[in-house]
Structures are given as C-alpha cells and as structure tokens.
C-alpha cells in the first residue's frame, strides 16, 4: 500500500506563489510516474505535471512557464512550485503516483495512487 500526503495549499493573491509538496510512503519507487492533478466542482480532474524517473516533466498548457514539477526520490518527495498564480489555478490539488513510467495521454484514470488533496484559492 502506498500512502500520499500533500501539503502547501492555502490563499494567496494572484501573482503570488505557493508550493506544494508530496510525501509518499510505502512501496514506491524512482521509477514510477508522478504527478500533481487539479479539479473543480463539477469538472473532471485535470492533470496539470508530471515528471518520470528520468526527470523528464510535461505540463498542462495552461501552467507552462508558471508552474514546475520536481522530485527527491531519496526522500520520497514530489513538488510543485507554482508561481504567477492566477485566480483560475483555484482548485482543490492532488498528487498521484503511477507504476511504470509517464505519457502526455494519462488522465487521472491511469493512476494507481492519490493523495487526499490540498486547496488551492487565488483571489484577484
């Protein structure tokens, strides 16, 4: 069983910063995909990063250039750094983790692991 924790979320103003930071434990390993999904009532869940065991990291258009996506595989962390936020960046977070590696086509379905999530408010 693998366990996920995020942490970070809160309010800030747009243009501000938050970074958000995911603690996994359990059996995981570097060679799995990470990611950090958003979502909103009523819409589905949005990938917004992920990174593989490479650390090569893809991006939801929206977020590029804004946001980044980093791992610490010794300690079991994931991050998102997000800056430049905007009010519509306001969701509630969740970081995922699948086994194997990543593919811009995964949507949340392809994840096998989920956190419980951390809100995310942009007032302008």
């Known amino acids: 069983q693998v366990d996920l924790v995020e942490s970070g979320g809160g309010s800030v103003q747009a243009g501000g910063s938050l970074r958000l930071s995911c603690v996994s434990s359990?059996?995981?390993?570097?060679?799995?995909?990470k990611a950090w999904f958003r979502q909103v009532p009523g819409k589905e869940r949005e990938k917004v990063a992920d990174?593989?065991?490479?650390?090569?990291?893809t991006y939801a258009d929206s977020v590029k250039g804004r946001f980044t996506i980093s791992q610490d595989n010794d300690a079991n962390i994931h991050t998102l750094q997000m800056d430049l936020l905007k009010p519509e960046d306001t969701a509630m977070y969740y970081c995922?983790?699948?086994?194997?590696?990543?593919?811009?086509?995964?949507?949340?379905?392809?994840?096998?692991?989920w956190g419980r999530g951390t809100q995310v408010t942009v007032s302008s």
């Open positions: 359990g059996y995981t390993y570097s060679s799995w995909c």
């Open positions: 990174i593989d065991r490479f650390s090569i990291t």
């Open positions: 995922a983790t699948k086994r194997f590696g990543c593919s811009k086509n995964y949507d949340a379905r392809a994840f096998d692991f």
